[in-house]
């Protein structure tokens, strides 16, 4: 896989994903979770912008908390419900404000709702984004190891983020999985391609599994049978489904760093204990 750096963890890269709080409850616990793993030293935060961006004012507002906090952090943009002077006027706030990192998505449009964009795919707004500003921002993109659930087939889903790539992203972070087969089998392809831009994994810790087994059947993320199996048998015993949990996932990502991984991205769902927990698992403190 020549698009990985090796499974020294020294040289990989890590971050953290938030989503954007909607009470001043949430915003305040936001900042305190922010605080905490930020003495963690990852390489950046990212923000998530809700379908058709209605999050907007939300991201916008936690992107410039975590920036004024002294931490690297990498809004998500995407043409979801926004003109492209919305997106033009948003990149020029992010330049001024010194952000330098993108997570550039394809977005959704909430159903009911019209859009003034002219704009639909990723890659239309890594052309924007390069047009308008250059080589000013790093660009991540997204990726599915697994395939994006509206794809029609494996090798048009790899075709789309060959496109991705050629529009001028400079990295990708995949949806989130539990088969790493499923992964380096992917990075190969992507090789063979010839795309061979860092692809991070991202990584769901398992807390809740009700919440992971809806959220994943409609994002299209494979929970392999074994593991639902043991997180039924637990039923509502939420402290064996997050000591269970723990376990899986720090395996899964000590496999994909050994296997050649160029990092990791959390994704945190707002909390600090799972990441944590993972964290000191994997001896990254010590990197």
Avoid at 18 to 42: D, M, N, S, W, Y
Avoid at 174 to 201: H, K, L, R, S
Avoid at 226 to 251: P, T
């Amino acid at each position: 896989m020549t698009n990985t750096p090796g499974s020294d963890s020294t040289q990989a890269r890590f971050s953290f994903e938030f989503f954007p709080p909607k009470t001043e409850v949430g915003e305040e616990k936001l900042k305190e979770v922010h605080r905490q793993l930020a003495l963690l030293k990852p390489d950046f935060f990212s923000v998530t912008y809700g379908a058709g961006g209605s999050t907007r004012d939300g991201t916008k507002q936690a992107v410039v908390n975590i920036h004024n906090a002294g931490s690297n952090v990498a809004p998500h943009l995407s043409f979801g419900g926004s003109s492209e002077e919305e997106i033009v006027a948003l990149l020029q706030f992010y330049k001024d404000l010194g952000i330098t990192r993108l997570v550039a998505l394809r977005g959704d449009i909430p159903s009911g709702t019209g859009t003034t964009s002219s704009f639909f795919y990723a890659n239309e707004l890594i052309e924007l984004i390069r047009r308008k500003t250059g080589d000013h921002f790093h660009i991540e993109v997204a990726c599915y190891p697994e395939i994006h659930p509206k794809s029609e087939s494996y090798a048009s889903d790899l075709r789309y983020f060959k496109q991705k790539i050629d529009a001028g992203a400079n990295s990708a972070i995949t949806q989130y999985f539990y088969n790493p087969d499923a992964y380096f089998y992917y990075v190969d392809n992507c090789v063979e391609m010839g795309i061979e831009v860092p692809i991070v994994p991202g990584i769901m810790p398992i807390t809740n599994y009700a919440n992971l087994a809806r959220f994943s059947d409609n994002c299209g993320a494979e929970i392999p049978r074994w593991i639902r199996q043991r997180l039924e048998a637990f039923g509502d015993d939420v402290e064996s489904i997050k000591s269970f949990g723990e376990d899986v996932v720090s395996s899964l990502c000590e496999v994909l760093l050994e296997g050649g991984a160029p990092g990791l991205h959390f994704y945190t769902m707002n909390q600090v204990g799972p990441v944590g927990t993972i964290w000191n698992n994997l001896g990254l403190s010590d990197r």
